[in-house]
């Protein structure tokens, strides 16, 4: 059970739920290769039924970290943070945000968009989700658009997602981690046809990295 002033501070996003935090490379999308502070903050009710870190849904399990000790932690390793989850825009992020860039540092965000926009992001990786549609912000202002890819449909609701988005975005088709050797060779056909969108893949799982 969280105090009332543990659960104010959580409100505010002076802390956040930590699910964990780790160095390593950036393996999908558009930074891929390069080497990237993780912040995985807990907390998500967005449901894929193929989620990898469904350890992640219950916020209660992780425990709340003031955005000190985080960005504490992050500084020490790297110039580039990804701040992923869960789905992190659960939470408050201006705060840690205003502290992550307050020490120069390059932030990242993996999201699906369903919550609404809060932070300052220099990377907005916006991948949307069938059970949740992104909000209009998250259109608006994302760098990337990473859709995954699990069945044929999902090439149609790529598309649709593609519309909304702003037109600068560069477009990633990502195959499903359990679907790979099925789906990776219609991505790669459906680019070379539709050559607007890029292959993404889990380089970092290959890789047998976190
Ligand atoms: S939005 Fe991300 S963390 Fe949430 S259920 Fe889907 S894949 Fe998992």
Redesign the pocket.
């Known amino acids: 059970m969280l105090t009332k002033e543990i659960q104010i501070a959580v409100e505010k996003g002076e802390m956040l739920p930590l699910m964990e935090e780790f160095y390593t490379i950036q393996g999908e999308g558009y930074h891929t290769g390069t080497a990237a502070y993780f912040i995985r903050i807990g907390g998500?009710d967005?449901?894929?039924h193929w989620?990898d870190?469904k350890e992640?849904?219950n916020a209660a399990l992780h425990p709340p970290t003031k955005t000190d000790i985080i960005v504490g932690n992050a500084k020490k390793y790297a110039k580039t943070i990804v701040v992923t989850?869960?789905?992190p825009l659960t939470w408050d992020m201006t705060v840690l945000t205003q502290k992550l860039k307050a020490e120069n540092l390059q932030v990242h965000i993996e999201t699906?968009g369903a919550y609404p926009v809060t932070g300052n992001w220099d990377w907005f990786c916006l991948s949307p989700?069938k059970n949740k549609l992104p909000v209009a912000d998250a259109y608006a202002i994302a760098h990337e658009l990473k859709v995954i890819i699990y069945n044929k449909h999902d090439f149609i609701f790529a598309e649709e997602q593609a519309a909304k988005v702003n037109k600068n975005a560069i477009l990633f088709l990502q195959p499903e981690w359990s679907k790979k050797e099925e789906m990776t060779p219609l991505i790669v056909d459906y680019v070379m046809n539709n050559p607007k969108w890029r292959v993404s893949l889990q380089t970092h799982k290959y890789l047998n990295i976190p």
């Open positions: 998500c967005v449901g894929c989620c870190v992640s849904w989850g869960g789905e699906s989700k």
